[in-house]
T-cell receptor, first 113, second 113 residues
Framework: DAKTTQPPSMDCAEGRAANLPCNHS???????VYWYRQIHSQGPQYIIHGLKNNETNEMASLIITEDRKSSTLILPHATLRDTAVYYCIVRVFYGGSQGNLIFGKGTKLSVKP | IAGITQAPTSQILAAGRRMTLRCTQD?????MYWYRQDLGLGLRLIHY???????GKGEVPDGYSVSRANTDDFPLTLASAVPSQTSVYFC????????????FGPGTRLTVL
């Protein structure tokens, strides 16, 4: 079972910031928070990951609360092309023998003009 | 080639036929994975390979086999296809020492009649 809880859907106006929340109250000390997204009919795409510090890259920012029980993915200026299902995943940095990702149901983000 | 390629893009297959889905990566990643994605069930791991010459079973391995003769290729074979194997299949790769960032292929849509 996925160890995260996300809202099933969210809307965002084009050009505005999209803030996608994720709860991971049972996260372990050695587990990272990873975000992926899946645009319709495409393979999942890695966005960002973090352990406890806030992280930023060219795609997004990741804000992790001090207790690490929740996080927020921020798309600073959402475009129509950001419409996708966003998955929050917690796992150790190196996954051991399997190393697979466990995808939950994610949040379907709809960016509207 | 840049990243991961999968072939075919889509296929309609009669039940009982043998089918091999191809996956090739050019990133020299050690680990490769096969997932299937079904509506309402998310992505589930079928088989994985930590390095060339080794393979392992994932969550739903029955009816599928894999081989990893070299670093770049990771074919998935359905020995005798059944309708329940109708799905979208994604291949992925990662370099485990660099964390859980996985790179996904574009997917193969398989229909078994």
């Amino acid at each position: 079972d996925a160890k995260t809880t996300q809202p099933p859907s969210m809307d965002c106006a084009e050009g505005r910031a999209a803030n996608l929340p994720c709860n991971h109250s049972t996260i372990s000390g050695n587990e990272y928070v990873y975000w992926y997204r899946q645009i319709h009919s495409q393979g999942p795409q890695y966005i960002i990951h973090g352990l406890k510090n806030n992280e930023t890259n060219e795609m997004a920012s990741l804000i992790i609360t001090e207790d690490r029980k929740s996080s927020t993915l921020i798309l600073p200026h959402a475009t129509l092309r950001d419409t996708a299902v966003y998955y929050c995943i917690v796992r150790v940095f190196y996954g051991g023998s399997q190393g697979n990702l466990i995808f939950g149901k994610g949040t379907k983000l709809s960016v509207k003009p | 080639i840049a990243g991961i390629t999968q072939a075919p893009t889509s296929q309609i297959l009669a039940a009982g036929r043998r089918m091999t889905l191809r996956c090739t990566q050019d990133m020299r990643h050690n680990a490769m994975y096969w997932y299937r994605q079904d509506l309402g069930l998310g992505l589930r791991l079928i088989h994985y390979s930590n390095t060339a010459g080794t393979t392992g079973k994932g969550e739903v391995p029955d009816g599928y086999s894999v081989s990893r003769a070299n670093t770049d290729d990771f074919p998935l074979t359905l020995a005798s296809a059944v309708p329940s194997q109708t799905s979208v299949y994604f291949c992925a790769s990662s370099e485990p020492s660099r964390g859980a960032e996985q790179f996904f292929g574009p997917g193969t849509r398989l229909t078994v009649l």
